[in-house]
């Protein structure tokens, strides 16, 4: 279905740290901006690699900043990052926040629009722990919600948790959106996830985080058995 791209930082001395730790640190110097605009170039450039090796048709998604789409630039860097690096816009998903939407001015949502007439695709990213209002939500064209973790992680024995996602799925099915379920790591989960009626699920049932390569494997691997 897709694949989502994550950031580490290999620190010579500290070792392996992960985002919680520095992009909060990137987000307060400014410096997520110049940081997210590498990550879509590497991911981009990663993908067309992908593509040549055989793995066709599915989409990847990045991640961006608040700060990121603020720039009234952000539409030209995309495409030129497509352009430079190859890759068509319909293999490229961008996932924003609910911040994104809630503080979107019009320049925002105009940006947004651009990007789904080039063909990108949109996503909510971990939807329900924010403050969405529905009037901004239908106003921006995003194709996509993507429910929390902390919704998924205890499905389903904490009943309070399940409705919102129950809640959620309804949500993204009344608004023609597809619904995918962040944290998913049993089976159970899965089912619940499932038989309420949501589209997709990622997390640690389907694979741990993974390098390029051996991501690049495992998708062979599951295209070569889907064929079969």
């Not at 389907?206 to 390569?213: E, L, N, T």
Request: hydrophobic share 45%.
């Amino acid at each position: 279905m897709g694949y989502e791209v994550l950031v580490r930082w290999q620190h010579p001395v500290r070792g392996l740290i992960q985002p919680a730790t520095f992009i909060p640190i990137a987000e307060e110097s400014g410096l997520i901006v110049t940081m997210g605009t590498w990550i879509l170039r590497q991911a981009c450039r990663q993908r067309r690699r992908f593509e040549a090796a055989g793995l066709a048709d599915i989409p990847v998604a990045v991640n961006v900043s608040p700060s990121q789409v603020a720039k009234s630039d952000f539409v030209e860097i995309v495409a030129e990052i497509l352009a430079d690096e190859g890759l068509s816009p319909a293999l490229l998903e961008l996932e924003v926040t609910e911040r994104v939407i809630m503080q979107g001015s019009d320049a925002v949502l105009e940006s947004l629009r651009r990007l789904d007439r080039m063909g990108i695709r949109l996503a909510i990213d971990d939807f329900g722990i924010g403050y969405s209002s529905l009037s901004y939500l239908k106003l921006f064209p995003v194709g996509k919600l993507k429910i929390d973790q902390s919704f998924v992680r205890d499905r389903p024995a904490r009943e309070g948790d399940a409705a919102i996602a129950q809640a959620i799925i309804g949500l993204g099915q009344t608004l023609g959106m597809v619904v995918i379920a962040e944290g998913v790591e049993t089976a159970a989960q899965a089912e619940f996830l499932s038989r309420h009626g949501c589209d997709e699920a990622q997390d640690f049932l389907f694979s741990r985080p993974v390098a390029a390569d051996e991501f690049l494997a495992l998708a062979l691997q599951w295209n070569r058995q889907a064929r079969s």
